[in-house]
């Protein structure tokens, strides 16, 4: 374990405002939020993709955001909330909540923004994925 900063929030060496905990993830308010109430939920498990934790893992991880986010949009009064999976600037994946005022529904404003592809381009990326999919 890298002892990353998620991971010395939730051993509680690092002060955070935490909205939710369980076993296996935590949910907290981020220190550094692009909107107001945005907020964090990290597995306890300090894995940098999102896409190696386990089933069970992953499966709760949505499940508890999505509860979140609802109480997040009561809350606040939100739009909606939206949400981005990260794990790159902070070794750690977490999902990122962006609860969305009413008056500012352009998350891509706040994002950053990138440039339209061409369609040729694009299906021949599709045809990539498509071709090692696997259920």
Same mark, same amino acid.
Do not use: W
């Given at each position: 374990?890298?002892?990353?900063?998620?991971?010395?929030?939730?051993?509680?060496?690092?002060?955070?405002?935490?909205?939710?905990?369980?076993?296996?993830?935590?949910?907290?308010?981020?220190?550094?939020?692009?909107?107001?109430?945005?907020?964090?939920?990290?597995?306890?498990?300090?894995?940098?993709?999102?896409?190696?934790?386990?089933?069970?893992?992953?499966?709760?991880?949505? %499940?508890?955001?999505?509860?979140?986010?609802?109480?997040?949009?009561?809350?606040?009064? %939100?739009?909606?909330?939206?949400?981005?999976?990260?794990?790159?600037?902070?070794?750690?994946?977490?999902?990122?909540?962006?609860?969305?005022?009413?008056?500012?529904?352009?998350?891509?404003?706040?994002?950053?923004?990138?440039?339209?592809?061409?369609?040729? %381009?694009?299906?021949?990326?599709?045809?990539?994925?498509?071709?090692?999919?696997?259920?």
């Amino acid at each position: 374990m890298t002892n990353s900063i998620f991971s010395k929030i939730i051993a509680r060496e690092v002060p955070a405002h935490f909205i939710y905990e369980d076993d296996i993830c935590v949910a907290i308010l981020d220190k550094f939020p692009t909107v107001s109430g945005q907020s964090l939920v990290i597995p306890k498990k300090e894995l940098d993709y999102a896409f190696d934790l386990d089933d069970e893992t992953y499966l709760h991880l949505f %499940t508890v955001a999505k509860k979140i986010a609802r109480a997040s949009d009561l809350a606040l009064q %939100t739009a909606r909330t939206c949400l981005v999976v990260e794990g790159f600037e902070v070794p750690h994946t977490h999902i990122k909540l962006y609860p969305m005022p009413k008056d500012n529904h352009d998350l891509g404003s706040l994002l950053s923004g990138g440039k339209m592809a061409d369609d040729e %381009t694009l299906a021949a990326i599709a045809e990539k994925i498509k071709s090692t999919l696997a259920f």
